[in-house]
């Protein structure tokens, strides 16, 4: 290959010698705007969220029942040492919180709204947002059974996959934000694999879905779920992780404070979840 520079037939031009020197004395400039530019989305990609907490109704009193009896050793531990010997019963919940998704290779602030009907439903809303500002939106929900999505890159509704990954999502986010549903809703099931597993199987259309949960082995709380979810429309199903993370009180309840979701293809999480609030049994969702 001829390098433009050492071309012969350049050579001498005067044209080309004065535009090279031309672009090599602008070339700082042009790197000093290069540089702000980058630092300037630095910045705003760490420019810290407000939650999306406005409008969020008031709660309503939670009343509890008995912890069911024959629940798997590690279930049983980690309902007593989150709620005692009873539950709360939860029929509606608001989740507030920030994060940050993974698009294009980057990690992108992010702040979230999920509406619960416990076991039922859900009606969620993902904004990316740069220097306080939205640019990106992502939609979904859960009713009837039925999944919906809509994004900046489309729209997808109706679908049997979208339908079984909304489901599975639902059922996750239980896990790690209502979780005394999943000892007070009766068509839930648990059963035994060992001292720090057990099966979780929740409906799902006209069956059921089955996650692999695991559970600290020292301290008892819940950890990890695990399934085989949908990716997308075309792809078959794929193993789904959620990480849950730092337990701790909030509106009388423990839960996961923390949560990543990982694709076990991927390798590395694809969003990451810090809850700022949670309002339970607010009859909204």
């Known amino acids: 290959m001829i390098r ?27 790197l000093l705007w290069l540089g702000a530019l980058l630092g300037l989305g630095w910045l705003g990609l760490r420019v810290r969220l407000a939650a999306l907490t406005a409008g969020v109704p008031a709660g309503r009193g939670v009343n509890a029942v008995p912890l069911p009896p024959g629940l798997p050793a590690p279930v049983d ?8 010997s009873s539950v709360p019963v939860v029929t509606a919940a608001v989740i507030v919180g920030r994060g940050w998704l993974r698009l294009f290779g980057l ?3 992010m702040r979230f709204r999920f509406v619960h009907e416990a076991g039922s439903g859900f ?3 993902i904004e ?44 996750a986010e239980t896990a790690m934000w209502l979780p005394s ?14 001292d720090a597993t057990a099966l979780l199987h929740v ?5 059921t879905e089955s996650f692999v949960v695991r559970f600290d082995p020292d301290i008892g709380w819940l950890r990890l779920l695990e399934v085989m979810r949908y990716h997308s429309t075309n ?32 390798g590395e999480p694809w969003a990451a979840f810090t809850v700022d609030d949670v309002v339970y049994n607010t009859g909204t969702a």
């Open 77 to 84: 531990r980690f309902y007593r040492q989150a709620f005692g």
């Open 181 to 194: 549903v999943l000892v007070t809703d009766s068509r839930v099931r648990w059963s035994p694999v060992d």
């Open 235 to 266: 792809s078959g199903k794929k193993l789904w992780l959620c990480e849950a993370g730092n337990w701790a009180p909030v509106s009388g309840q423990k839960i996961a404070m923390t949560g990543t979701v990982i694709w076990q293809e991927q």
């Open 123 to 125: 009606q969620s809303l």
């Open 128 to 171: 990316v947002v740069i220097f306080g500002v939205p640019v990106m939106r992502a939609a979904e929900s859960l009713v009837e059974g039925r999944g919906h999505m809509k994004t900046p890159f489309g729209e997808q509704s109706s679908d049997p996959p979208l339908d079984q990954a909304s489901t599975l999502r639902l059922w």
């Open 4 to 30: 433009l520079r050492n071309c012969p037939l350049l050579r001498g031009c005067p044209t080309f010698a004065s535009a090279q020197k031309a672009v090599m004395r602008r070339m700082p400039a042009a």
């Open 203 to 207: 409906p799902s259309g006209a069956g």
């Open 107 to 109: 990690r992108w602030p």
